[in-house]
């Protein structure tokens, strides 16, 4: 009866994983933070021992990496175009607060829309202000990725541990 129990917990984490990585296609979404959540309740379950402690350890590493490659990213593809600290960061803001609001995709078309105002504004060139706006979402665009990839590799990591160990 243990192994039933076992394996319907090991297949409701990884559900939720998967659910986790799913979301990760969306912008803003906190896919690896689900993911990990995961990871923990998993832990927090069957208990941590050396080898389980240290895997969860680079899980939680490799999730705060993961996390903050959209903040990174973002903010230089855009700055290596010109655009400055200031609009990135009322970019980035007002992203935040319009996905509080909306969804996470109106959050991250209104981030562009501020940052190619702040520097139309800055600027006065249309162009140059839509060069940085699109260099910020080519940036979001890398970012996505990593997290995908960051999200496949936690969630291998989690099947050595649950299956191997």
């Given at each position: ?12 984490v990884?559900a939720v994983?998967?659910f986790g ?7 803003v979404?906190p ?5 990990w959540l ?10 941590f ?7 969860f ?11 903050l ?9 855009a700055?290596?175009?010109g655009a ?10 007002g ?12 959050g991250?078309?209104?981030?562009l829309?501020v940052l190619f105002l702040v520097?139309?504004?800055r600027r006065g ?19 996505m ?18 299956f191997?160990?």
């Open positions: 009866m243990q192994e039933i129990g076992d394996m319907t917990l090991k297949i409701v990884l994983m998967l990585l799913l979301s990760l296609f969306i912008p979404m896919g690896l933070a689900v993911i995961a990871a923990l309740l998993y832990g927090l379950i069957t208990g021992d050396l080898v389980s402690g240290a895997l350890a680079v899980i939680t590493l490799l999730a705060i990496a993961g996390s490659a959209d903040n990174v990213l973002m903010g230089t593809g700055r290596k175009v400055s600290w200031l609009s990135i960061s009322l970019a980035l803001v992203g935040l607060l319009a996905a509080v609001f909306w969804t996470p995709l109106g991250l078309l209104v981030a829309g520097e139309y504004i060139d249309w162009r140059s202000a839509l060069d940085a706006t699109r260099n910020m979402a080519l940036g979001c665009g890398w970012a990725a990593i997290r995908i990839l960051v999200g496949f590799v936690i969630i291998g990591i989690w099947l050595f541990w649950a191997v160990l």
